[in-house]
């Protein structure tokens, strides 16, 4: 079954926002490792290869309903943050954004009945929710800290366990 037109071109604009997610936090990740915290950069370098599969599980999906894929350039993200927590407070309101832009889609896809686009984007509504309680449990942690040198390294060590797990659904 051919995709409606309006769904193929909100999926479009997700992709776009996929794909600026994947450079927004290699952006956190180049930013961490120009301060010397390796393991906060790996964790960010693993979140935006996250975002990459993001966008690829919806480019592939567009094609598979004969959908026409029309990729936007991608804005460039802010390069330095004044701290971890600054960082991670702004992946978690950008988690959060990206949750409101899944929920308008599945909107969209309940209101045209079309259940093929319903039960994809389920998976990432589940997802979304993973994503933003992750980004919010560092935030937390770090206001635990509250920028202390100790807690920090131990954070990074941390966070520098984190490996890509390619996501299959």
Excluded: C
């Amino acid at each position: 079954m051919k995709i409606l037109k309006n769904m193929e071109s909100e999926l479009n604009k997700q992709i776009n926002a996929e794909l600026y997610s994947a450079y927004l936090y290699l952006a956190m990740s180049a930013n961490f490792e120009a301060v010397n915290l390796r393991g906060f950069a790996s964790w960010m370098k693993v979140q935006a290869q996250e975002e990459m599969t993001h966008a690829m599980k919806i480019y592939n999906y567009t094609f598979e309903r004969v959908g026409r894929v029309v990729l936007e350039s991608i804005d460039k993200p802010q390069a330095k943050w004044e701290s971890p927590l600054d960082a991670f407070e702004a992946a978690y309101e950008h988690e959060q954004k990206v949750t409101a832009m899944i929920d308008k889609l599945l909107k969209l896809a309940t209101e045209e009945k079309d259940n093929a686009s319903i039960s994809m984007l389920q998976w990432f509504v589940d997802e979304q929710v993973e994503e933003e309680a992750s980004a919010n449990d560092i935030v937390q942690k770090l206001k635990l800290i509250k920028g202390a040198p100790g807690g920090l390294f131990m954070l990074d060590k941390e966070l520098g366990q984190r490996v890509f797990k390619l996501e299959t659904g």
